[in-house]
């Protein structure tokens, strides 16, 4: 399980789970969940023809963080999930539970967005203490992933970010995995795909809507419509391209085929005893 989380709401962090971690995931293991555990918002819901499985449980007055941890949880035995976890009150009381439960066991990765200099960097850091009070057992990697910049260059992220850099340095942090801001994310909600599923099926969509276009010639509203999908092809085709590029960046942080085995680095009892035999006998 992948835990997506940050104390404050506008980190990116529906965007780095929809459009980066779960593609990123289906396209290494051929399925991908995407669980919601938030009191507003659904941002998933729109993604109807996505190949990503998409739910929200709601936390609220009816269904507290625990309840709704528990019910992640019984979620991971079928497909790799990608747990998004709302901020504030929730993120807080979700940590907590995971760590009191030793469901920790079953994290594979945490991802905190990073989506700015200054106040969002303090906010990173406060989601880190969290994650290192209320998960003390919890030894995976903590991952940093950098929403919204204006470039996908990391050195020119680095000179806006300085202070977001320092506290991946010094905390000793994976990443950063770069996430730009591009109309291709908000607008793949009009093809209910996330882009990168759209940069897989570019060619052939553009083909598609060329044949669509030619029947519409003579309506107006129609050919803005498909005008529109158009470019929403065009660029999720050019964005497909960096989040290969971070795919790669992310297997080099976690395997994702051995985390579905559960044999992330340790080896099993009977290899360590071979070693150990091997060691003596050396």
């Known amino acids: ?110 991802v905190i967005p990073v989506s700015g200099p200054g106040q969002d960097v303090l906010n990173a850091k406060k989601t880190l203490d969290h994650v290192r009070t209320l998960m003390p057992d919890y030894d995976g990697k903590v991952l940093m992933v950098m929403t919204r910049t204006t470039t996908t260059d990391v050195r020119s992220v680095r000179r806006r970010m300085p202070d977001a850099f320092n506290l991946l340095d010094r905390e000793k942090l994976a990443g950063p995995i770069i996430l730009p801001t591009d109309n291709s994310f908000p607008m793949s909600r009009m093809l209910k795909m996330s882009v990168w599923e759209i940069g897989q099926q570019g060619e052939e969509l553009k083909g598609q809507l060329r044949n669509a276009m ?7 509203q129609q050919r803005e419509e498909l005008a529109m999908l158009n470019s929403v092809v065009s660029d999720s085709l050019v964005m497909h391209e960096h989040l290969e590029a971070q795919f790669a960046e992310l297997d080099k942080v976690l395997d994702l085929r051995a985390a579905m085995r559960g044999d992330i680095q340790e080896d099993a009892p009977a290899e360590k005893e071979t070693k150990a035999k091997a060691a003596k006998t050396a």
């Open 1 to 110: 399980m992948i835990l997506v989380i940050n104390t404050k709401g506008g980190s990116g962090k529906s965007t780095a789970s929809m459009q980066l971690l779960a593609p990123w995931v289906l396209s290494r293991t051929g399925k991908a969940a995407l669980v919601e555990l938030d009191d507003e918002n659904h941002d998933s819901a729109d993604f109807t023809d996505s190949a990503i499985h998409s739910e929200r449980v709601k936390v609220g007055k009816e269904v507290d963080a625990e309840y709704a941890i528990d019910e992640l949880i019984n979620r991971t035995d079928d497909s790799f999930v990608i747990a998004d976890i709302g901020g504030n009150r929730t993120s807080a009381m979700a940590l907590q539970h995971i760590g009191a439960r030793g469901y920790d066991a079953f994290i594979d990765l945490i």
């Open 214 to 220: 030619k029947g519409a010639r003579n309506n107006p």
